[in-house]
Nanobody, 130 residues
């Protein structure tokens, strides 16, 4: 069992920065992600990382502005968000899954398809004002 706890959300003005953190307790999962759900909209993938090789995924709207990273020692995944825009306003969720193939490349590719998640956190709210 894995428990995910997000933190770091808040209210900022457009152009500002925030760093979200997600601490995982329990088993170590090797595929970690950030999703967001804007008000009245469906949840969407923002960024993902496969811990085994460090490969990452970003949705087009955040490329060049957001960076996902992972600290093995702290079992924490981060989302550094710079140049925030009002359209980034959403509840942000951390997701985790473990891929178990013996092949790092197979696991990495599966992870970064961003389609399978076993665990979710409760979310942290990000509000960006213009």
């Amino acid at each position: 069992q894995v428990r995910l706890v997000e933190s770091g959300g808040g209210s900022v003005q457009a152009g500002g920065s925030l760093r979200l953190s997600c601490v995982a307790s329990g088993n170590s999962e090797n595929c970690l992600s950030w999703y967001r759900q804007p008000p009245g909209k469906e949840r969407e993938a923002v960024a993902g990382i496969y811990v085994g090789d460090g490969r990452t995924y970003y949705t087009d709207s955040v490329k060049g502005r957001f960076t996902i990273s992972h600290d093995n020692a702290k079992n924490t995944v981060y989302l550094q968000m710079n140049s925030l825009k009002p359209e980034d306003t959403a509840m942000y969720y951390c997701g985790a899954h473990r891929f178990t193939s013996r092949s790092t490349s197979i696991n990495s590719a599966a992870c970064l398809r961003m389609s399978v998640w076993s665990y979710w956190g409760q979310g942290t709210q990000v509000t960006v004002s213009s």
